[in-house]
C-alpha cells in the first residue's frame, strides 16, 4: 500500500538555514516517512502522517505558517503589521530612549540601562528562545552566533550596542523575508493566471464549476473579456486569444474551431464555445507552474558552492572569534575587556546572511521573470549554463523557417506531363513522415494529378523512398541517394546546382536507369530570424551554426541569408548529434535549439538543450533543459540576456558578501571594529544582495 503524501504551500520561509532545521523537524515527527521541501517555491511535501498543526510546531521556532496545496492563501499582513517585524520597531523606540537617556544622564544611569533592556527583550525573545536551545544542542546558526554576541554585550556592559544589533539583525531577517517573498511572487502570479471557476453546458443547463470538477469533455462557456479556466479545443466561434500569460507572445493568435486553446489565456472579442481536452492539473500553466517549481528546487553549482562553504564558514567563524577574545589577553597582555568585546564584534560580522541568500534570492527570480515572458528554465544548473553559452547550434527546419515548405518548381526530364511527375511523387511519398513528403502530398491535392498505385514501399532514412509503380521500381529522394544507385545524375547537375544556389531543395524522381523529373521544395524562412541570429552576435555568443539535412549549396544559401557562422549540411539524424559533439569540444559550452521531437538526441548532447513551442506540446516541455513557450525564436536574445545577467549578479553576490566580511574582519586588527559597525555591515550586505538581485526583475524584452 502506498504511503500518502500530501504538498503544503509555505509562508515565512526566508532563510535556507531555517528551511533545513524546519525540515529535520519534520522528519523527527514519528509518522512521517519522508520529506522534500523545495526552498525557492515555498513548498513542503511530506510522505506519511502529518497535520497543519504539527508542520506548523515544527516551524514555530520561525513562524512559519502553513497552508495545503490547493488551498487559497489569505492576503498577507502589510509589513508594518507583522508580529515579527512590529516588535523590533517596539524595540527600536525602547533603543532610541536608551540614547537619550544616556545623553542627558550618563552612561551608568538606570533608566538608560533599563531602556536598554527592554528593548533587547522586547525585540529579541524569540531570537533568544531559538539560540540558547541551539547552544544546548550544539548548532550552530546564525541565531546561535547573534544570541551569544548580544548576551556577551551585555556581559560586559555595553547595554546600548546589544540594543542595536538586536534591531539591526531583526532588520535584516526581514530584509531577507521580503526579499524571498518578491521572488516567489512570479510563482503566485502564475498560480492567479487561470481562473478558479469555469462555465459549462451540461444536460442544456448553465452551471457555473470548480475547476476540479470540470471533466475531459465538457464543453466550456467563454464570454468576450473572459479568462479561460481550462486547457481545450474550440467547436464552436472564433476569436482573437491573448496568449501572453502562457508563451509570452504580446500580438493575440486568431482561433477558429478545431485550434487548441490553454488555461490562463484571455478571450479578447467574440464569444467560444470550448471541449475541455485536460484535467485543471495537466493543464499547460499547471505544468508550467510545476516545471517552475521543480526547477527553483534545484541546486545551482553556485549555490552548492555557498552550501559548502557555509557548512564550514559558521564553525571556523566561532573558533576565531574565541581566539579573538583570549589569545590577546592571555598571551598579548591585552585588556580583557576590549578583546572580550572584539571577539563579540568577530562573531557579529561572521553572519553569513548576505552570503546565504546571496545565491538563491538571483535564481528564483530569474527564473520566475522566464517563467512570466513564456520561457521555461528547468533549473538554476541551466540557468548558469545558458549564461556560459558560446556556441549555439540551431536545427533549420522549424525552428530558423516556417518549417512548412512548398513545391516551387516541377520539371520533366522526360515524356511525362508536371502533373504525371507530381502524381507519382505523391504515390511515392504517400507513406513517408517528411516535412518534403507532406508539401508534395499538400500540392499534389491542390492540382488535378494523375492517380498512381505505389506498391512495395520503402523508405531510406534521410534519403528519400522507394516502391513500385505499374511493375517498375521508381525512387524519390536527394541527389545523393541518386548517385548511390549508379542513376545518371551528372547528366542534370546544372539544373540541379541552380536550384540549389537558389537555396531550395532538390528532389529527384526516377528508376536506376533514368531520372524523369525534379521537384524543388523551399522552406520559407521566418522574417525574424536574421535580427535574432544578430542579436545572438551582439550579446557575445562567437558560433552560430545551422544544422540541416538539405545539400551543401542550399544550406549555405540559408545560412548565408541568416547571417550564420557556419553551416552544416547532408545531415542525417545521428549526424546532429557528432557535429552538437563537435561544436561542444571547439567551443565549451554549446546550446542546441529544435522542436524537441527528432532533436531529442542533440538537445541532450548540448551543454543546454532548448526547444521551441512549449505550449501544448509535452515532448519539448520534458526533454529540453529550456522551452520556448512560443513556436518562435523571439526569446531566445532575451533568455541569452537574463541568464547571463544572472550569473554576474550570482557572482556580484557572492564577492561583496564575502569581500564585505573580510574588510570588517581586518578592522580587528587596529580596534576598529566595534558592535553596531559589525551588525551593519551584515545588514548593508543582504540589502544591497536583496537589491541587487531584484534588478533581474526588470530584465524584459
Known sequence: METAKQTYRLEGLSCTNCAAKFEKNIRDIQTVEDVQLNFGASKVTVEGEASVRQLEEAGAFDGIKVYPERERQQPKDPFWKK?????????????????????????????????????????????????????????????????IAIIGAAIIGEWAEAAIVVFL????????????????????????????????????????VDVEDVQIG??????????????????????????AAITGESIPVYKNPGDEVFAGTLNEEGSLEVRVTKRSEDTTIAKIIHLVEEAQAER??????????????????????????????LFLGGSWSEWVYSGLAVLVVGCPCALVISTPVAIVTAIGNAARNGVLIKGGIHLEET???????????????EGKPEVTDILPLGEKSPQEILGMAKALETYSRHPL????????????????TAEAFQSITGKGASATIEGIDYFIGSPS???????????????????QAEGKTVMLIGTREEITGIIAVADKVRHTSRTIIEKLHALGIRKTVMLTGDNQAAGNAIGEQLGMTDTKAELLPQDKLSAVKEIRQSYGNTAMVGDGVNDAPALAAATVGIAM??????????????????????????????????????????????????????????????????????????????????????NGE
Request: aromatic residues 6%.
Open 83 to 147: 508580529r515579527e517585524n512590529l516588535l523590533p520597531l517596539i524595540s527600536l523606540l525602547f533603543t532610541i530612549g536608551g540614547i537619550l537617556a544616556v545623553v542627558q544622564a550618563g552612561d551608568e544611569h538606570p533608566l538608560g540601562i533599563g531602556l536598554f533592556i527592554t528593548a533587547i527583550l522586547v525585540g529579541g525573545l524569540d531570537l533568544f528562545r531559538t539560540g540558547l536551545k541551539n547552544l544546548s544542542r550544539l548548532e550552530f546558526d546564525m541565531r546561535t552566533l547573534m544570541t
Open 169 to 208: 539583525f531583526a532588520l535584516s531577517e526581514a530584509l531577507e523575508d521580503y526579499s524571498m517573498d518578491k521572488a516567489r511572487q512570479s510563482i503566485r502570479s502564475l498560480m492567479d493566471i487561470a481562473p478558479n471557476r469555469a462555465t459549462l453546458r451540461r444536460d442544456g443547463q448553465l452551471m457555473e
Open 218 to 243: 465538457d464543453i466550456m462557456l467563454i464570454k468576450p473579456g473572459d479568462k479561460l479556466a481550462m486547457d481545450g479545443e474550440v467547436v464552436k466561434g472564433a476569436t482573437s486569444i491573448n496568449q
Open 300 to 329: 545551482a553549482p553556485s549555490q552548492q558552492f555557498v552550501d559548502r562553504f557555509a557548512k564550514y564558514y559558521t564553525p571556523a567563524i566561532i573558533v576565531l572569534a574565541a581566539l579573538v577574545a583570549v589569545v590577546p589577553p
Open 387 to 401: 549564461g556560459r553559452i558560446q556556441a549555439i547550434a540551431f536545427d533549420k527546419t522549424g525552428t530558423l523557417t
Open 437 to 452: 513528403a507532406s508539401s508534395i502530398i499538400r500540392r499534389a491535392e491542390e492540382e488535378n494529378v494523375v492517380d498512381y
Open 481 to 499: 541517394l541518386f548517385e548511390e544507385i549508379h542513376a545518371p545524375v551528372e547528366a542534370h547537375a546544372e539544373q540541379i546546382g541552380s536550384l
Open 613 to 698: 513551442g512549449g505550449a501544448g506540446t509535452d515532448t519539448a516541455l520534458e526533454t529540453a533543459d529550456i522551452a520556448l513557450m512560443a513556436d518562435d525564436l523571439e526569446k531566445l536574445p532575451y533568455t541569452v540576456s537574463l541568464s547571463r545577467q544572472a550569473l554576474t549578479i550570482i557572482k556580484q553576490n557572492i564577492i561583496f558578501a564575502l569581500g564585505i566580511k573580510v574588510v570588517a574582519l581586518l578592522l580587528v586588527v587596529p580596534g576598529w571594529l566595534t558592535l553596531w559597525i559589525a551588525i551593519l555591515a551584515d545588514v548593508g550586505a543582504t540589502l544591497a544582495v536583496v537589491l541587487n538581485s531584484m534588478r533581474l526583475m526588470k
